[in-house]
């Protein structure tokens, strides 16, 4: 054999056994960010909260749309439909326009991070729809499907 060929067979022997050694672990990793990311435990998870208090800018955005929503409670409708057989909810900000934007907002966040986002439609001559997804705020539901079930409920709305 050539020391070529004999060094190939020894970094390839060290690739599988590394493979070998590696994949369990990687598993375990990823059961346990699915758990922590994907899996509502309690009503409390992914609620009506800042999920990130600590950060300065995060804080002041979220704040600065709950007092946009604050401001216009008069013209909110809660609402609440159901697909795939959980009860899915929102608020419906009618402003008299001909247009509405729905908001979903992301994974962990309830609709309360979508009024921070919801001052320049309303700005724009816009109604403004904002909803807790599957999983998230007054929403049902136990996992987050990452879009996969989150896109027929758009448009069940």
């Known amino acids: 054999m050539k020391p ?14 590394s493979l070998i050694v590696m994949i369990p672990i990687w598993l375990k990793i990823a059961q346990v960010i699915h758990r922590k990311l994907f899996i ?24 600065e749309g709950v007092e946009w929503a604050k401001k216009h409670e008069q013209n909110k409708v809660e609402l609440d439909i159901e697909n795939d057989g959980l009860k899915l909810h929102g608020e419906f900000y009618n402003f008299g ?35 807790d997804q599957r999983a998230h705020g007054y929403s049902e539901g136990k996992y987050v499907t990452a879009g996969i079930k989150e896109a027929q409920d758009m448009i069940a709305w």
């Open 97 to 131: 326009y001909d247009k509405t934007v729905i908001f979903a907002p992301g994974r962990c966040e309830s609709l309360m991070y979508c009024y921070y986002y919801a001052i320049g439609y309303e700005n724009n001559n816009c109604n403004v729809l904002v909803i």
């Open 4 to 17: 070529f060929e004999i060094i190939l067979i020894v970094v390839g022997c060290l690739i599988v056994v």
């Open 40 to 63: 509502r435990k309690s009503e409390t998870d992914f609620g009506h909260s800042c999920s990130a208090p600590e950060n300065p800018e995060h804080l002041a955005m979220f704040n």
